[in-house]
T-cell receptor, first 115, second 114 residues
Framework: NAGVTQTPKFRVLKTGQSMTLLCAQD?????MYWYRQDPGMGLRLIHY???????AKGEVPDGYNVSRLKKQNFLLGLESAAPSQTSVYFC??????????????FGPGTRLTVL | GENVEQHPSTLSVQEGDSAVIKCTYS??????FPWYKQELGKGPQLIID?????GEKKDQRIAVTLNKTAKHFSLHITETQPEDSAVYFC?????????????FGSGTRLSIRP
């Protein structure tokens, strides 16, 4: 199993450009998450999904959109990038449904710079 | 909503000594408390977790304690080794549902001095 993979690993955007970050998991997990990590602020939840076709807002959703058309994929979109969105983005997945499966598995991250 | 505070933000200990990282949470309904380790250039990885019906859990050199009354929990690493150098995050699952979100602390950068 590849676990959780993220594409791309690095990206530089100009202000106003758009892009989509792709997260894929091959563990048949129900729940998927997008976080951003900034120095001194830990991991902040942007959006999450508890199943195919469903999404919900996290702590810092403004400026981002997501889609979960397929169970194994969770896309994070930036319609008009801003310098404040410079960050490292992590995707995570969790089995869900059964309380005993609590562990979140994280991808390797995408480092995004907005100039 | 849930708020998780983590201290210290940086910690440096001599190899072989113990390291302790402390966290507090605000939501009394939180019932699951994981700890993640993040090595440079990688995503966080779960190292140990504890549920609210347990006061302490050990796994080799690492242990976690939970005080539900005071709403705080701690990570203890004994006999520290160079490979323990990393950023550690505590977290709490807000609410009783298994679908509840996990809220992370701000992280502790642990350095082990040779």
């Amino acid at each position: 199993n590849a676990g959780v993979t993220q594409t791309p690993k690095f990206r530089v955007l100009k202000t106003g450009q758009s892009m989509t970050l792709l997260c894929a998991q091959d563990m048949n997990h129900e729940y998927m998450y997008w976080y951003r990590q900034d120095p001194g602020m830990g991991l902040r939840l942007i959006h999450y999904s508890v199943g195919e076709g469903t999404t919900a807002k996290g702590e810092v959703p403004d400026g981002y959109n997501v889609s979960r058309l397929k169970k194994q994929n969770f896309l994070l979109g930036l319609e008009s990038a801003a310098p404040s969105q410079t960050s490292v983005y992590f995707c995570a997945s969790r089995a869900g449904l059964q309380v005993s499966y609590n562990e979140q598995f994280f991808g390797p991250g995408t480092r995004l710079t907005v100039l | 909503g849930e708020n998780v505070e983590q201290h210290p933000s940086t910690l440096s200990v001599q190899e072989g000594d113990s390291a302790v990282i402390k966290c507090t949470y605000s939501d009394s309904a939180s019932n699951y408390f994981p700890w993640y380790k993040q090595e440079l250039g990688k995503g966080p990885q779960l190292i140990i977790d504890i549920r609210s019906n347990v006061g302490e859990k050990k796994d080799q050199r690492i242990a976690v304690t939970l005080n539900k009354t005071a709403k705080h929990f701690s990570l203890h690493i004994t006999e520290t080794q160079p490979e323990d150098s990393a950023v550690y995050f505590c977290a709490a699952r807000s609410g009783a549902s298994s679908a509840s979100k996990i809220i992370f602390g701000s992280g502790t950068r642990l350095s082990i001095r040779p």
